[in-house]
């Protein structure tokens, strides 16, 4: 290992990172107190620059998708990253930063020393966090991750905003763990169905006949999506996006210069839209509601995205309700209930997922099947949930939400809950979503809003958007306002005061 001369103690900034190089490798330097840290300069979950993330309560948030990491030791506080932050050797000479060209070792695979067994369903976003977490917190017994998708584990979010409109093949979406870490941290991958559980029992049956015993488990099976009761609904061509084998399947059918017709105005559906006009196909939005977006973003960012939408040429189109698809062993065109029709090649549904809790006959559940948590996800002795098949208690309702980040963090408070500790749900829900190439941040769960204001141009960002309720901040969405967000996902999980959120984005 060698030292490098990297930068002057004197130019380290006290409220932000600083990037420095040695050769090829991005390395961040922080202050904390009157000492430095080095770490690694790109967030390990998909490598944004953490010298333009925000410092704050102790913590480094990633200016992308709002990982947390501490400051003092790097170590791992939010997902979506699932690794904590590798660190180098520092030393300070006379006013001079030196830093090693290699990080400090830090093997943590805990000892098999548990005779338990513990479970996993689903190795999704919540699953694959959740195996991740058992090690990390130092369980030692048998870890079993099962899913049904045989190449399970990977980042289902890129799917539907650089896999179909055609910038990353299929067969290099990011997994979420590589294979040598299953083996090197003994996760045991099951590639099957889980067809029942019997939670008095503690077992679970899969679809080749196997009974598995467990001592606890955690159920993390995502959300089946919602499909259409249409003659013609059965059509090769009409499709719905949830897993890699969708969007190939997608992909072999989707030609430039043909027509898709999207029936949803979802996040995956308006997604898709983008991607596949991206693609080079002509592209109508079948809808419901005149503004996308509106319920969780409000009117003005709707109408904004809409427009982004529209100046890409997609065609958006709430006249009517689609009964029909036609067309004799291929997609010919949609039907409406207006009489109206749209010739189409393909068809993509993107009007929403349920949870896919069908297995699991003997818990109770929701109205929309989902499984009732605590604030800690158990459900019941033995068995916990997480992800988007789970209700759970948030500041004093109980919601159902989909995001890729709350699921994994989910995840990380049943796997410590597993072990015995006693979390509970704490944060600010947050997702990102993309449109033609441009990255919208949410933060919060508003149902309700009696104030709304913006910085900056929802039709030109940069912008961002607070919205708030009796003068608490309840959400605030935005675009190209990275750093001001990474701020607020960690300012938000105390109550924040409208006027104080103000100061705070105008610095
Ligand atoms: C195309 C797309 C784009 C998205 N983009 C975003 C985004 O930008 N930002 C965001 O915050 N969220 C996004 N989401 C939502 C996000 O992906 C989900 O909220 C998240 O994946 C939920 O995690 P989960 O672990 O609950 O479910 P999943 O990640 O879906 O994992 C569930 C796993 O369980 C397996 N499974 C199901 N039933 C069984 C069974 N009976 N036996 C065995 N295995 C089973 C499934 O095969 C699957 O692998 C997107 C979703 C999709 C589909
Ligand atoms: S790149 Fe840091 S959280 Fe995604």
Sequence with gaps: ???????????????????????????????????????????????????????????????????????????LC????????????????????????????????????????????GAGAAGTAAAAALREKGFGGRVLL??????????????????????????????????????????????????????????????????????????????TPKTLELPGADLPQVFVLRSRDHAQRILKSAKPGQRAVIIGDSFIAMESAS?????????????????????????????AILALHQANGVVFSTEGEATQIEGVNKVDAVRLDNGQRLPADLVLVGIGVSPAT??????????????????????????????????FPLNGQRVRIEHWRLAQQQARIAAANMLGGDEHYLDVPYFWTWHFGKNYDYLGHAEAWDEVEFKGDPFNPPFIGLFGKNGVVTAAVACDEERTMAMLAERMKQPLSVDEGWRLIRG
């Design 275 to 303: 991607s596949l006009r991206q693609y080079g196909l002509d592209v109508t939005v079948l809808a419901r509601q005149p503004v996308p977006f509106a319920k969780q973003f409000g009117e003005t960012v709707g109408k």
């Design 78 to 121: 939010e997902p979506p990253a699932l690794d904590s932050l590798k660190r180098y050797p520092l030393e300070v000479r006379d006013g001079e930063v030196w830093v090693g060209d290699q990080p400090l070792v830090d093997a943590h695979t805990p000892p098999a020393d548990d005779e338990r067994t513990f479970v996993i369903v």
């Design 1 to 75: 290992m060698i030292l490098h001369r990297v930068a002057r103690f004197a130019d380290i900034p006290e409220n932000r990172g600083l990037e420095v190089k040695i050769e090829d490798s991005k390395i961040l330097l922080l202050k904390v107190g009157d000492q430095l840290r080095a770490y690694q300069g790109e967030c390990p979950h998909a490598g944004a620059p953490l010298a333009e993330g925000a410092l704050c309560n102790g913590r480094l948030t990633c200016p992308w998708h709002k990982a947390q990491f501490r400051i003092e030791d790097g170590g």
């Design 146 to 223: 099962i899913d049904r998708e045989n190449a399970a584990g990977y980042d289902r979010t890129v799917l539907s905003k650089f896999v179909i409109s055609g910038e990353t093949p299929p067969d290099d979406v990011p997994t979420l763990r590589d294979e040598a870490f299953y083996k090197e941290q003994r996760i045991e991958r099951i590639n099957a169905d889980v067809v029942s559980l019997d939670s008095t029992h503690r077992t679970l049956r899969l679809s080749d006949g196997q009974s598995l015993d467990y001592d606890a488990v955690l159920l993390a099976t995502g959300g």
């Design 358 to 391: 069908g297995a699991f006959t003997d818990l109770p559940k929701e109205k929309d099947h989902s499984l009732c948590v605590d604030g800690g996800m158990r459900v019941t002795d033995g068995l916990w949930a997480a992800g988007d098949i789970v209700t």
